[in-house]
């Protein structure tokens, strides 16, 4: 069985290349009949063949770089509907950069109604081609037969997340940190892969190496301090290795390239978005006659204190009671907030705090004071969020979502910082578009429940947990193909 499954895996680049391949040449194909008979024929100075090559050339570039920054290449790491949304996108972003480059050669006097024709084939193909090599993927690679090492109540989240992608994950058993190490490494021989989430540090260098040595996968839950160290430079000044850990954040011509980039960006959307935020706006004021814009004091590089704006979406006196985060269904939340949270148009006026400079286009979300004083008290390491600019958006944004816990916050916060640059920075914000298509995105807080791991909900070593005898468990290793023990 382990052969069979190694073997599979040096095919998966490969089907992802042939994917890939598949809609390349279509959309090619499809790009290069509408150039030669609907526009270079109707040129007053038409291109010859070099000149041909390039706009074609230049229209699969485009689609394969929007694409794959929008994961739409991607099998297995979205679903279905997720990898059609992905392509919809770089569909969508190419033919538009194309219908402005064809409107500058012709002069604007081409008819660019084909264009749009050509976006929607390609839309209809994309569709087919999303659940077919989706189908294909899950068939060759079903989940992976998965065990869980805990050390706390804890990972009954992480179970829990992990099971959303029961097309990737099975979590068929679980084992503490509490059982001797000879009996969690044979466990873990059982299966194609091992999680390991909040056990002691010793432990947990032990059963690493031990899944290195066996080629076993290993997903791993970090910790703070592994983080950082993920951000570490190589040093090699002697022959001892050593990770240098600046811990200072970007340079200053870093900074003034990205508070140039941050002044740019925000104005420009500002004007093209300006129309979208009046509307909303109007549509604000004529539903409850309440104030359009609301403010907030929240917290900045170095613990600053400033005033975030967004537009309303609760009730006026939501908070009467004190600060709260919104839950999941809150009813203080109006119809027409429900939907430009949706969308993320609550968010829009914060392109003001930008150009103002209390915010970034990309980092930590700017939290208010007595919330983060409230998870200081029991997680201290949350300040570590201040030491860069709060962000419009950012890895909490992209991959978290409302119910994200605070801890979880803080380490996708803590990768970004460790890992920013200009370019992690206009992958994240392309991502942010992404995003809006995701159903689930904007889930509130839901504090009822428990934390206890439910291992009720996964099985666990057959021959202790199900009281199975000898036989029966020789017998069900033979049938599934698992190592003797």
């Given at each position: 069985m382990d052969n069979i499954t190694k073997n599979r895996e040096q095919y998966k680049r490969l089907l992802n290349f042939i994917a890939a391949l598949v809609i390349i040449l279509f959309f090619v194909m499809g790009f290069s009949f509408v150039w030669y008979n609907y526009y270079n024929s109707k040129m007053h100075d038409p291109f010859w063949h070099y000149g041909n090559f390039l706009m074609i050339g230049i229209y699969c570039v485009m689609y394969a770089t929007f694409t794959s920054l929008f994961n739409g290449f991607r099998l297995g790491y979205s679903k279905f509907l997720g990898l059609f949304g992905s392509q919809v996108l770089g569909i969508l972003s190419t033919n538009a950069m194309e219908i402005v480059l064809i409107a500058l050669i012709g002069r604007n006097r081409m008819d660019l109604s084909t264009m749009f024709v050509l976006a929607a084939v390609e839309l209809v193909f994309a569709y087919p081609w999303s659940y077919i090599f989706t189908m294909i993927y899950?068939?060759?690679?079903?989940?992976?037969?998965?065990?869980?090492i805990y050390g706390n109540s804890n990972a009954k989240y992480l179970v829990n997340k992990m099971a959303q992608r029961t097309d990737k994950y099975n979590i068929c058993a679980a084992v503490s940190c509490e059982e001797?190490?000879?009996?969690?490494?044979?466990?873990?021989?059982?299966?194609?892969?091992?999680?390991?989430?909040?056990?002691p540090g010793d432990l947990r260098n032990?059963?690493?190496?031990?899944?290195?040595?066996?080629?076993?996968?290993?997903?791993?839950?970090?910790?703070?301090?592994?983080?950082?160290?993920?951000?570490?430079?190589?040093?090699?000044?002697?022959?001892?290795?050593?990770?240098?850990?600046?811990?200072?954040?970007?340079?200053?011509?870093?900074?003034?390239?990205?508070?140039?980039?941050?002044?740019?960006?925000?104005?420009?959307?500002?004007?093209i978005l300006?129309?979208?935020?009046?509307?909303?706006?109007?549509?604000i004021k004529l539903y409850d006659g309440g104030p359009v814009l609301y403010s907030q004091v929240r917290l900045t590089t170095n613990g600053r204190k400033f005033k975030v704006l967004k537009f309303r979406s609760m009730i006026t006196n939501a908070e009467k009671g004190g600060a709260q985060l919104a839950a999941e269904n809150d009813d203080r939340i109006t119809p027409v907030g429900k939907v430009i949270r949706k969308i993320r148009f609550d968010e829009l006026p914060q392109l003001i705090n930008i150009l103002k400079?209390?915010?970034?286009?990309?980092?930590?979300?700017?939290?208010?004071?007595?919330?983060?004083?409230?998870?200081?008290?029991?997680?201290?390491?949350?300040?570590?969020?201040?030491?860069?600019?709060?962000?419009?958006?950012?890895?909490?944004?992209?991959?978290?979502?409302?119910?994200?816990?605070?801890?979880?916050?803080?380490?996708?916060?803590?990768?970004?910082?460790?890992?920013?640059?200009?370019r992690e920075d206009l992958r994240i914000i392309l991502s942010t578009v992404r995003t809006v298509f995701v159903p689930d995105a904007t889930e509130g807080v839901d504090d009822e429940k428990p934390i206890e791991t439910k291992r009720d909900l996964i099985e666990h070593d057959f021959s202790k947990d199900l009281g199975m005898t000898e036989e029966e468990v020789v017998e069900y290793e033979e049938e599934n193909g698992l190592p003797k023990r």
């Open positions: 899950t068939k060759m690679y079903p989940p992976r037969r998965l065990i869980i001797s190490l000879d009996e969690i490494e044979r466990r873990i021989l059982r299966y194609e892969g091992a999680i390991i989430t909040d056990i032990k059963l690493v190496k031990f899944c290195f040595e066996h080629s076993i996968r290993t997903y791993i839950n970090p910790k703070l301090s592994d983080i950082i160290i993920r951000g570490a430079d190589d040093f090699h000044l002697f022959d001892t290795p050593l990770l240098l850990s600046r811990n200072d954040g970007l340079k200053f011509e870093q900074r003034m390239l990205k508070r140039f980039f941050d002044i740019s960006l925000a104005g420009i959307m500002f004007l300006l129309p979208f935020m009046l509307i909303t706006a109007l549509v400079g209390d915010m970034s286009f990309v980092g930590p979300r700017p939290e208010r004071p007595e919330l983060a004083e409230r998870y200081e008290l029991t997680m201290p390491e949350f300040k570590y969020r201040l030491k860069v600019k709060a962000g419009l958006t950012g890895y909490a944004q992209i991959m978290g979502k409302y119910n994200t816990t605070p801890y979880d916050k803080l380490k996708l916060d803590l990768m970004y910082i460790e890992h920013q640059s200009i």
